[in-house]
Protein backbone atom coordinates (compact mmCIF):
# COMPACT_ATOMS: atom_id res chain seq x y z
CA UNK A 1 0.00 0.00 0.00
CA UNK A 2 2.77 2.42 0.76
CA UNK A 3 3.16 2.85 -3.00
CA UNK A 4 -0.31 4.77 -3.24
CA UNK A 5 1.49 7.60 -1.20
CA UNK A 6 4.07 10.15 -2.58
CA UNK A 7 7.63 9.14 -2.24
CA UNK A 8 8.31 12.77 -0.76
CA UNK A 9 9.34 10.48 2.48
CA UNK A 10 12.56 8.15 3.45
CA UNK A 11 10.25 6.02 5.36
CA UNK A 12 12.15 3.25 8.25
CA UNK A 13 10.87 -0.04 8.03
CA UNK A 14 8.58 0.46 11.12
CA UNK A 15 5.01 1.07 11.95
CA UNK A 16 3.85 2.50 15.16
CA UNK A 17 0.61 1.32 16.84
CA UNK A 18 0.63 2.87 20.04
CA UNK A 19 2.87 5.24 22.21
CA UNK A 20 2.92 5.77 26.31
CA UNK A 21 4.72 8.62 27.84
CA UNK A 22 8.56 8.27 25.79
CA UNK A 23 7.91 4.79 24.35
CA UNK A 24 6.53 3.47 21.20
CA UNK A 25 5.56 -0.10 20.65
CA UNK A 26 5.31 -0.81 16.82
CA UNK A 27 3.01 -3.23 15.29
CA UNK A 28 4.85 -6.36 16.45
CA UNK A 29 4.79 -5.50 20.09
CA UNK A 30 8.25 -3.96 20.57
CA UNK A 31 9.04 -1.10 22.42
CA UNK A 32 10.97 1.66 20.95
CA UNK A 33 12.12 4.65 22.89
CA UNK A 34 11.56 8.32 21.32
CA UNK A 35 14.42 10.74 21.55
CA UNK A 36 12.79 12.42 18.63
CA UNK A 37 8.93 13.30 19.95
CA UNK A 38 7.75 13.39 16.42
CA UNK A 39 10.52 16.21 15.94
CA UNK A 40 9.44 18.25 18.78
CA UNK A 41 5.76 17.44 18.53
CA UNK A 42 5.11 15.37 21.03
CA UNK A 43 6.29 17.56 23.87
CA UNK A 44 4.32 15.98 26.64
CA UNK A 45 5.17 12.50 25.28
CA UNK A 46 2.93 9.70 23.79
CA UNK A 47 -0.86 9.81 24.58
CA UNK A 48 -0.80 12.13 27.47
CA UNK A 49 -3.88 11.59 29.79
CA UNK A 50 -4.44 15.20 29.92
CA UNK A 51 -4.34 15.78 25.51
CA UNK A 52 -6.30 12.49 25.70
CA UNK A 53 -9.10 13.61 27.54
CA UNK A 54 -9.46 17.01 26.48
CA UNK A 55 -9.91 15.81 22.59
CA UNK A 56 -12.20 12.60 24.06
CA UNK A 57 -14.28 15.61 25.61
CA UNK A 58 -14.26 18.13 22.94
CA UNK A 59 -14.75 15.34 19.94
CA UNK A 60 -18.19 14.28 21.39
CA UNK A 61 -19.01 18.06 21.47
CA UNK A 62 -17.98 19.62 18.54
CA UNK A 63 -15.09 19.19 16.29
CA UNK A 64 -15.34 22.44 13.59
CA UNK A 65 -17.35 25.09 13.20
CA UNK A 66 -15.85 27.65 11.01
CA UNK A 67 -13.81 31.30 11.57
CA UNK A 68 -17.15 32.96 10.01
CA UNK A 69 -18.18 32.67 13.83
CA UNK A 70 -16.76 33.07 17.02
CA UNK A 71 -14.78 30.09 18.65
CA UNK A 72 -14.99 30.24 22.28
CA UNK A 73 -12.00 27.56 23.17
CA UNK A 74 -10.01 29.21 19.94
CA UNK A 75 -10.63 32.93 22.14
CA UNK A 76 -9.34 31.50 25.37
CA UNK A 77 -6.52 30.07 24.04
CA UNK A 78 -5.66 32.99 22.51
CA UNK A 79 -5.79 35.12 25.39
CA UNK A 80 -3.43 32.47 27.48
CA UNK A 81 -0.64 32.54 24.51
CA UNK A 82 -0.79 36.11 24.35
CA UNK A 83 -0.56 37.13 27.73
CA UNK A 84 2.26 34.36 28.39
CA UNK A 85 4.25 35.90 25.30
CA UNK A 86 3.48 39.38 26.00
CA UNK A 87 2.11 40.14 22.77
CA UNK A 88 -1.37 41.38 21.60
CA UNK A 89 -2.84 38.97 19.53
CA UNK A 90 -2.60 35.85 17.09
CA UNK A 91 -3.67 33.89 14.18
CA UNK A 92 -4.07 30.72 14.42
CA UNK A 93 -3.32 27.86 11.56
CA UNK A 94 -2.52 24.04 10.97
CA UNK A 95 1.40 24.24 10.82
CA UNK A 96 4.54 25.81 11.05
CA UNK A 97 4.73 26.28 7.86
CA UNK A 98 1.73 28.03 7.55
CA UNK A 99 2.45 30.08 10.69
CA UNK A 100 5.49 31.24 9.08
CA UNK A 101 3.83 32.43 5.83
CA UNK A 102 1.23 34.67 8.39
CA UNK A 103 4.55 35.98 9.62
CA UNK A 104 5.80 36.51 5.90
CA UNK A 105 2.72 38.52 4.98
CA UNK A 106 2.73 40.36 8.28
CA UNK A 107 5.66 41.89 7.56
CA UNK A 108 5.18 42.56 3.40
CA UNK A 109 1.73 44.53 4.65
CA UNK A 110 3.79 46.35 7.37
CA UNK A 111 6.43 47.72 4.56
CA UNK A 112 3.61 48.47 2.29
CA UNK A 113 1.92 50.64 4.97
CA UNK A 114 5.54 52.32 5.30
CA UNK A 115 5.43 53.14 1.73
CA UNK A 116 8.16 51.21 0.74
CA UNK A 117 7.07 49.20 -2.64
CA UNK A 118 9.33 46.16 -2.74
CA UNK A 119 9.47 45.07 0.92
CA UNK A 120 12.31 42.79 1.72
CA UNK A 121 13.28 40.30 4.73
CA UNK A 122 16.37 39.45 6.40
CA UNK A 123 16.76 35.68 6.76
CA UNK A 124 19.59 33.32 7.58
CA UNK A 125 22.05 30.64 6.22
CA UNK A 126 21.26 27.20 7.20
CA UNK A 127 17.62 28.19 8.44
CA UNK A 128 14.73 26.19 7.81
CA UNK A 129 11.00 27.57 7.59
CA UNK A 130 9.33 25.38 6.19
CA UNK A 131 8.23 23.50 2.79
CA UNK A 132 5.19 25.77 1.45
CA UNK A 133 6.70 28.47 -1.14
CA UNK A 134 7.60 31.43 0.50
CA UNK A 135 8.57 29.70 3.52
CA UNK A 136 10.88 27.69 1.61
CA UNK A 137 12.25 30.58 -0.35
CA UNK A 138 12.97 31.92 3.34
CA UNK A 139 14.60 28.82 3.81
CA UNK A 140 18.62 28.71 3.73
CA UNK A 141 18.42 25.09 1.84
CA UNK A 142 19.29 25.31 -1.63
CA UNK A 143 19.34 21.07 -1.73
CA UNK A 144 15.46 21.98 -0.42
CA UNK A 145 14.81 24.75 -3.10
CA UNK A 146 16.35 22.78 -6.12
CA UNK A 147 14.14 22.42 -8.86
CA UNK A 148 11.09 24.48 -7.15
CA UNK A 149 12.74 27.53 -8.56
CA UNK A 150 11.88 30.72 -9.37
CA UNK A 151 11.44 30.95 -5.61
CA UNK A 152 9.17 34.03 -4.33
CA UNK A 153 11.30 36.95 -3.93
CA UNK A 154 11.79 39.33 -1.27
CA UNK A 155 14.01 37.58 1.19
CA UNK A 156 18.23 38.57 1.34
CA UNK A 157 20.17 36.02 2.87
CA UNK A 158 23.02 36.54 5.63
CA UNK A 159 24.90 34.10 7.95
CA UNK A 160 23.27 32.99 11.26
CA UNK A 161 24.27 34.50 14.27
CA UNK A 162 26.11 37.73 12.63
CA UNK A 163 25.11 40.98 13.44
CA UNK A 164 27.87 42.71 11.54
CA UNK A 165 26.31 40.90 8.47
CA UNK A 166 22.71 42.67 9.62
CA UNK A 167 24.05 46.02 10.13
CA UNK A 168 25.88 45.79 6.47
CA UNK A 169 22.57 44.69 5.25
CA UNK A 170 20.98 47.92 6.33
CA UNK A 171 23.56 49.99 5.00
CA UNK A 172 23.15 48.57 1.67
CA UNK A 173 19.13 48.21 1.65
CA UNK A 174 16.85 50.06 2.23
CA UNK A 175 13.60 48.22 1.80
CA UNK A 176 14.18 45.70 4.20
CA UNK A 177 11.24 45.31 6.30
CA UNK A 178 11.96 42.63 9.07
CA UNK A 179 14.07 40.07 10.66
CA UNK A 180 13.11 36.32 10.63
CA UNK A 181 15.06 34.20 12.54
CA UNK A 182 15.40 30.75 14.44
CA UNK A 183 16.49 31.45 18.30
CA UNK A 184 17.99 28.41 17.91
CA UNK A 185 18.67 26.91 14.46
CA UNK A 186 17.06 22.88 14.19
CA UNK A 187 17.43 21.63 11.09
CA UNK A 188 20.65 23.71 10.30
CA UNK A 189 22.11 21.40 12.89
CA UNK A 190 21.03 22.58 16.83
CA UNK A 191 23.00 25.95 16.01
CA UNK A 192 22.48 28.01 19.45
CA UNK A 193 23.69 31.57 18.89
CA UNK A 194 25.92 34.21 21.16
CA UNK A 195 24.22 35.41 23.96
CA UNK A 196 24.15 38.77 22.77
CA UNK A 197 22.83 37.90 19.21
CA UNK A 198 18.99 38.15 19.90
CA UNK A 199 19.79 41.56 21.97
CA UNK A 200 21.55 42.68 19.22
CA UNK A 201 18.95 42.02 16.63
CA UNK A 202 16.37 43.71 18.55
CA UNK A 203 18.14 46.99 18.75
CA UNK A 204 18.71 46.78 15.47
CA UNK A 205 15.42 46.22 14.47
CA UNK A 206 14.71 49.02 16.60
CA UNK A 207 16.72 51.41 14.96
CA UNK A 208 15.61 50.69 11.18
CA UNK A 209 11.95 50.17 12.19
CA UNK A 210 12.33 46.32 11.52
CA UNK A 211 9.89 43.76 12.97
CA UNK A 212 11.43 41.18 14.51
CA UNK A 213 10.26 37.86 13.72
CA UNK A 214 11.22 34.78 15.95
CA UNK A 215 10.46 31.52 13.91
CA UNK A 216 9.70 29.41 17.26
CA UNK A 217 8.15 26.66 15.62
CA UNK A 218 10.62 23.56 17.32
CA UNK A 219 11.82 25.94 20.33
CA UNK A 220 8.99 27.08 21.20
CA UNK A 221 6.75 25.53 24.06
CA UNK A 222 8.99 24.81 26.77
CA UNK A 223 11.60 22.98 24.19
CA UNK A 224 14.39 25.07 25.46
CA UNK A 225 13.82 25.10 29.00
CA UNK A 226 11.70 28.39 28.83
CA UNK A 227 8.24 28.34 27.61
CA UNK A 228 9.79 30.36 24.78
CA UNK A 229 13.32 30.60 23.53
CA UNK A 230 13.65 34.07 23.27
CA UNK A 231 12.70 34.35 26.82
CA UNK A 232 16.52 33.71 27.92
CA UNK A 233 17.39 36.71 25.72
CA UNK A 234 14.82 38.89 28.17
CA UNK A 235 13.60 40.76 25.28
CA UNK A 236 10.52 40.64 22.95
CA UNK A 237 9.72 39.74 19.32
CA UNK A 238 6.97 41.78 17.20
CA UNK A 239 5.96 38.07 15.45
CA UNK A 240 6.13 34.49 16.80
CA UNK A 241 5.59 31.95 14.91
CA UNK A 242 4.43 28.81 16.83
CA UNK A 243 3.26 25.14 15.76
CA UNK A 244 4.98 21.75 16.41
CA UNK A 245 5.05 21.44 20.37
CA UNK A 246 1.66 23.73 20.69
CA UNK A 247 -1.07 20.71 20.00
CA UNK A 248 1.16 17.64 21.36
CA UNK A 249 0.67 15.83 18.14
CA UNK A 250 -2.78 17.36 17.24
CA UNK A 251 -1.88 20.10 13.89
CA UNK A 252 -2.28 23.66 14.95
CA UNK A 253 -0.05 26.62 14.37
CA UNK A 254 -0.10 29.84 15.69
CA UNK A 255 1.16 33.48 14.45
CA UNK A 256 1.54 35.92 17.39
CA UNK A 257 1.69 39.76 16.55
CA UNK A 258 2.66 42.73 18.76
CA UNK A 259 4.18 45.74 19.16
CA UNK A 260 4.02 47.72 15.68
CA UNK A 261 3.10 44.01 14.52
CA UNK A 262 -0.23 44.89 15.58
CA UNK A 263 -2.85 45.38 13.47
CA UNK A 264 -1.15 44.79 10.65
CA UNK A 265 -4.00 42.17 9.53
CA UNK A 266 -7.45 43.57 9.10
CA UNK A 267 -10.62 41.21 7.74
CA UNK A 268 -10.02 39.58 4.90
CA UNK A 269 -6.28 39.86 4.97
CA UNK A 270 -5.66 36.17 5.70
CA UNK A 271 -7.28 32.94 6.74
CA UNK A 272 -7.27 29.38 7.39
CA UNK A 273 -10.31 26.86 7.40
CA UNK A 274 -9.61 24.74 9.97
CA UNK A 275 -7.33 27.35 11.41
CA UNK A 276 -7.36 26.85 15.41
CA UNK A 277 -10.79 24.81 15.13
CA UNK A 278 -12.48 23.47 18.79
CA UNK A 279 -10.84 20.21 18.40
CA UNK A 280 -7.05 21.56 17.92
CA UNK A 281 -7.72 24.91 20.22
CA UNK A 282 -8.86 22.31 22.97
CA UNK A 283 -6.23 20.56 22.73
CA UNK A 284 -3.10 23.30 22.75
CA UNK A 285 -5.35 24.42 25.86
CA UNK A 286 -4.40 20.93 27.44
CA UNK A 287 -0.64 21.33 26.56
CA UNK A 288 -0.33 24.92 28.24
CA UNK A 289 -2.20 23.71 31.15
CA UNK A 290 0.36 20.68 31.50
CA UNK A 291 3.49 22.34 30.88
CA UNK A 292 2.46 24.85 33.82
CA UNK A 293 1.11 22.20 35.92
CA UNK A 294 4.06 20.08 35.85
CA UNK A 295 6.81 22.59 35.20
CA UNK A 296 7.66 20.72 32.24
CA UNK A 297 9.74 23.88 30.67
CA UNK A 298 11.88 24.16 34.25
CA UNK A 299 12.61 20.34 33.86
CA UNK A 300 13.37 20.55 29.87
CA UNK A 301 16.41 22.34 31.47
CA UNK A 302 17.69 20.44 34.17
CA UNK A 303 17.41 17.57 32.10
CA UNK A 304 19.05 18.98 28.85
CA UNK A 305 21.46 20.17 30.87
CA UNK A 306 22.66 16.66 32.49
CA UNK A 307 22.72 14.80 29.16
CA UNK A 308 24.57 17.25 27.40
CA UNK A 309 27.04 17.20 30.33
CA UNK A 310 26.71 13.17 30.39
CA UNK A 311 27.41 12.91 26.27
CA UNK A 312 30.45 15.32 26.91
CA UNK A 313 31.54 13.49 29.65
CA UNK A 314 31.24 10.24 27.48
CA UNK A 315 32.14 11.51 24.19
CA UNK A 316 34.43 14.83 24.76
CA UNK A 317 37.60 13.40 24.13
CA UNK A 318 37.30 11.89 20.85
CA UNK A 319 38.68 14.07 18.37
CA UNK A 320 35.83 12.61 15.44
CA UNK A 321 33.47 14.41 17.89
CA UNK A 322 33.04 18.18 17.27
CA UNK A 323 31.00 19.53 19.51
CA UNK A 324 28.24 18.62 21.78
CA UNK A 325 26.12 21.95 21.80
CA UNK A 326 21.78 22.64 22.64
CA UNK A 327 19.40 24.05 24.83
CA UNK A 328 17.06 22.62 27.10
CA UNK A 329 16.19 19.57 25.04
CA UNK A 330 17.16 20.52 21.92
CA UNK A 331 20.67 18.34 21.70
CA UNK A 332 22.97 18.50 19.03
CA UNK A 333 26.35 15.76 18.44
CA UNK A 334 28.57 17.38 15.84
CA UNK A 335 30.37 14.54 14.01
CA UNK A 336 33.68 15.69 11.51
CA UNK A 337 31.85 13.38 8.94
CA UNK A 338 28.59 12.07 7.76
CA UNK A 339 26.52 9.88 10.17
CA UNK A 340 22.97 9.08 8.32
CA UNK A 341 23.64 5.53 9.02
CA UNK A 342 23.18 6.27 12.66
CA UNK A 343 19.37 6.68 12.34
CA UNK A 344 18.36 3.10 10.99
CA UNK A 345 20.87 1.72 13.25
CA UNK A 346 19.34 3.12 16.10
CA UNK A 347 16.06 1.94 15.10
CA UNK A 348 17.29 -1.74 14.98
CA UNK A 349 18.70 -0.85 18.71
CA UNK A 350 14.92 0.36 19.72
CA UNK A 351 15.96 4.51 20.12
CA UNK A 352 14.22 6.91 17.59
CA UNK A 353 16.93 9.95 16.74
CA UNK A 354 17.46 11.87 13.88
CA UNK A 355 20.30 12.97 11.85
CA UNK A 356 20.55 16.35 10.39
CA UNK A 357 22.79 18.72 8.34
CA UNK A 358 24.44 15.82 7.83
CA UNK A 359 26.58 15.22 10.45
CA UNK A 360 24.65 16.23 13.51
CA UNK A 361 23.37 13.65 15.46
CA UNK A 362 19.85 15.84 16.85
CA UNK A 363 17.73 14.48 20.32
CA UNK A 364 14.46 16.46 20.94
CA UNK A 365 12.93 13.86 23.67
CA UNK A 366 9.58 14.64 25.11
CA UNK A 367 9.91 17.53 27.83
CA UNK A 368 8.49 14.53 30.52
CA UNK A 369 11.19 11.82 29.99
CA UNK A 370 12.61 10.25 33.41
CA UNK A 371 16.39 10.47 34.68
CA UNK A 372 16.21 6.55 33.85
CA UNK A 373 15.12 7.01 30.22
CA UNK A 374 17.31 9.96 29.72
CA UNK A 375 20.15 7.92 30.47
CA UNK A 376 19.11 5.02 27.86
CA UNK A 377 19.49 7.36 25.36
CA UNK A 378 22.60 8.59 26.30
CA UNK A 379 24.40 5.23 26.57
CA UNK A 380 22.16 4.33 23.64
CA UNK A 381 23.28 7.48 21.56
CA UNK A 382 27.11 7.06 22.79
CA UNK A 383 27.58 3.63 21.92
CA UNK A 384 26.59 3.49 18.32
CA UNK A 385 28.74 6.50 18.05
CA UNK A 386 31.73 4.55 19.49
CA UNK A 387 30.84 2.16 17.22
CA UNK A 388 30.23 4.10 14.12
CA UNK A 389 33.56 6.26 14.89
CA UNK A 390 35.49 2.99 15.33
CA UNK A 391 34.41 1.61 11.99
CA UNK A 392 35.09 4.49 10.74
CA UNK A 393 38.24 4.99 11.47
CA UNK A 394 39.71 1.36 11.53
Known amino acids: MLEALMPT ?26 ALSGIAVCGLG ?31 LGERLTRAA ?24 YGHRRGVERPRILVM ?41 VRQAARAHDDIVAVLVEPVQGEGGIQVPAADYLPGLRELCDEQDWLLMLDEVQTGMGRTGRLFAYQHANIRPDVLSLAKGLGNGVPIGACLAGGAAKGVFGPGSHGSTFGGN ?32 AF ?23 LDRPCPELVGEALEQGLLINVTAGSVVRLLPPLVISDEEADRIVSGVTELIQAFLSRECA
Open 9 to 34: YKRLPVAFERGEGAWLWDDQGRAYLD
Open 312 to 334: MQALGDRPEVREVRGLGLMIGIE
Open 278 to 309: PLAARAALAVLDTLEDERLAEQAAVQGRRMRE
Open 46 to 76: HAHPAVTRALQEQAATLLHTSNLYRIPVQEQ
Open 86 to 109: GLDEVFFCNSGAEANEAAIKVARL
Open 125 to 165: DNAFHGRTLAALAATGNAAAQKGFEPMPEGFIRIPYGDLNA
